[in-house]
């Protein structure tokens, strides 16, 4: 199952909106195939490693990270081609929270004659399948914020001087994640003030995360490395209702797309941010800032992972700090996170933060 875990986590980024499942098959001892869900979400990782297997798959044991799908859709049942397949036994870790599926994969499985084994290795992979399944239960995807700060917190200098605070293997190890999320997501003052790419580089040709950005006005630059690129990578811009109208035709028609999202107050409301980007498909979204937008998430109690690298310098109380104001008068209204993972990076410091329990 943990074999089976890590073919999948090569799959995420690049199989929303369905969820990056592993499969392994196992026959007398020996590893027969193993897959994960093709780009895009099909085909599924069973349907992939029975037709590695072939004939062969008959009297194995099929090791999933996620229930087998009991719906036809574009593609028949993975249940019902596991069932055709002779397979004799499925070892799963839950059961998927998809309600076209819930149980029902594993109820025809067993209905067939098919051993389930449930349980194997379900903490991690409910880490690993938390994004789908937080979309599926609240209409948000995982958000994942990142900061990269100096020592005292600060994202850049008082003149705006930012590149670079921490070194090439943190830079190369947010790429890594960047390619793990559906999407990478700013705000439109970092759009404005950095001119970014927002794409994975260093990790070979893969499908691009969407980049998306959240702007009130759609005030950004048309001569912008986003705007150059929209025809070729996705681009989300999330946008008011009373956003220009002149402003949002021009960048559709340079491909953009462009999401409509609520207002709360003189700002876009995050949560309803979120839950048009979710509704489109999106189960990873990786945050990477400004400091306005990480506030707001924060402060909304959106945020389900931090991911911090802090380099060893310090820029004084003049600096830009790596998060905006929250309107925070006690320690116990602030959001809580228990460290999951820490690694040095050529004298950088990386720490991933999980959402605490309440």
Same mark, same amino acid.
């Given at each position: 199952?943990?074999?089976?875990?890590?073919?999948?986590?090569?799959?995420?980024? %690049?199989?929303?909106?369905?969820?990056?499942?592993?499969?392994? $098959?196992?026959?007398?001892?020996?590893?027969?195939?193993?897959?994960?869900?093709?780009?895009?979400?099909?085909?599924?990782?069973?349907?992939?490693?029975? *037709? %590695?297997?072939?004939?062969?798959?008959?009297?194995?044991? *099929?090791?999933?990270?996620?229930?087998?799908?009991?719906?036809?859709?574009?593609?028949?049942?993975?249940?019902?081609?596991?069932?055709?397949?002779?397979?004799?036994?499925?070892?799963?870790?839950?059961?998927?929270?998809?309600?076209?599926?819930?149980?029902?994969?594993?109820?025809?499985?067993?209905?067939?004659?098919?051993?389930?084994?449930?349980?194997?290795?379900?903490?991690?992979?409910?880490?690993?399948?938390?994004?789908?399944?937080?979309?599926?239960?609240?209409?948000?995807?995982?958000?994942?914020?990142?900061?990269?700060?100096?020592?005292?917190?600060?994202? *850049?200098?008082?003149?705006?001087?930012?590149?670079?605070?921490?070194?090439?293997?943190?830079?190369?190890?947010?790429?890594?994640?960047?390619?793990?999320?559906?999407?990478?997501?700013?705000?439109?003052?970092?759009?404005?003030?950095?001119?970014?790419?927002?794409?994975?580089?260093?990790?070979?040709?893969?499908?691009?995360?969407?980049?998306?950005?959240?702007?009130?006005?759609?005030? $950004?630059?048309?001569?912008?490395?986003?705007?150059?690129?929209?025809?070729?990578?996705?681009?989300?811009?999330?946008?008011?209702?009373?956003?220009?109208?002149?402003?949002?035709?021009?960048?559709?028609?340079?491909?953009?797309?462009?999401?409509?999202?609520?207002? %709360?107050?003189? %700002?876009?409301?995050?949560?309803?941010?979120?839950?048009?980007?979710?509704?489109?498909?999106?189960?990873?979204?990786?945050?990477?800032?400004?400091?306005?937008?990480?506030?707001?998430?924060?402060?909304?109690?959106?945020?389900?992972?931090?991911?911090?690298?802090?380099?060893?310098?310090?820029?004084?109380?003049?600096?830009?700090?790596?998060?905006?104001?929250?309107?925070?008068?006690?320690?116990?209204?602030?959001?809580?996170?228990?460290?999951?993972?820490?690694?040095?990076?050529?004298?950088?410091?990386?720490?991933?933060?999980?959402?605490?329990?309440?």
């Amino acid at each position: 199952m943990r074999l089976a875990l890590s073919i999948g986590r090569r799959g995420m980024g %690049q199989t929303w909106p369905n969820p990056a499942v592993g499969c392994v $098959l196992v026959k007398d001892g020996r590893i027969l195939a193993r897959a994960v869900t093709a780009t895009g979400g099909r085909p599924h990782a069973e349907v992939q490693a029975l *037709a %590695q297997a072939g004939a062969a798959a008959k009297g194995a044991t *099929a090791y999933v990270t996620l229930e087998p799908c009991s719906h036809i859709g574009e593609t028949p049942a993975c249940s019902q081609a596991l069932i055709d397949a002779g397979i004799v036994r499925v070892v799963a870790p839950f059961e998927d929270n998809d309600s076209r599926v819930s149980g029902r994969g594993f109820g025809m499985l067993q209905a067939a004659g098919i051993e389930v084994t449930l349980g194997i290795c379900a903490e991690e992979a409910a880490i690993d399948h938390a994004g789908f399944f937080l979309r599926n239960d609240t209409g948000r995807p995982f958000v994942t914020l990142k900061l990269a700060s100096s020592f005292d917190g600060r994202i *850049a200098t008082a003149t705006g001087e930012s590149q670079w605070i921490t070194g090439e293997a943190a830079r190369k190890h947010v790429h890594g994640l960047r390619a793990s999320h559906d999407a990478v997501m700013v705000g439109g003052g970092t759009a404005r003030a950095d001119d970014p790419m927002l794409n994975v580089r260093g990790y070979g040709a893969r499908r691009q995360p969407v980049r998306v950005v959240v702007s009130r006005r759609l005030d $950004l630059p048309m001569m912008s490395k986003l705007a150059a690129s929209a025809k070729d990578v996705p681009l989300w811009l999330c946008h008011a209702p009373d956003a220009d109208k002149m402003l949002l035709q021009t960048w559709q028609g340079i491909g953009a797309t462009c999401v409509e999202c609520s207002l %709360q107050g003189q %700002q876009l409301d995050v949560a309803s941010t979120l839950q048009a980007i979710g509704k489109a498909g999106l189960t990873r979204v990786f945050c990477e800032g400004g400091g306005a937008l990480a506030a707001s998430l924060l402060k909304a109690d959106l945020v389900d992972e931090l991911v911090g690298y802090t380099a060893g310098l310090a820029i004084g109380a003049e600096g830009l700090p790596a998060i905006g104001a929250m309107g925070l008068s006690n320690l116990s209204a602030a959001p809580r996170f228990k460290l999951a993972e820490q690694q040095t990076l050529d004298g950088d410091v990386m720490m991933r933060w999980r959402r605490a329990s309440k």
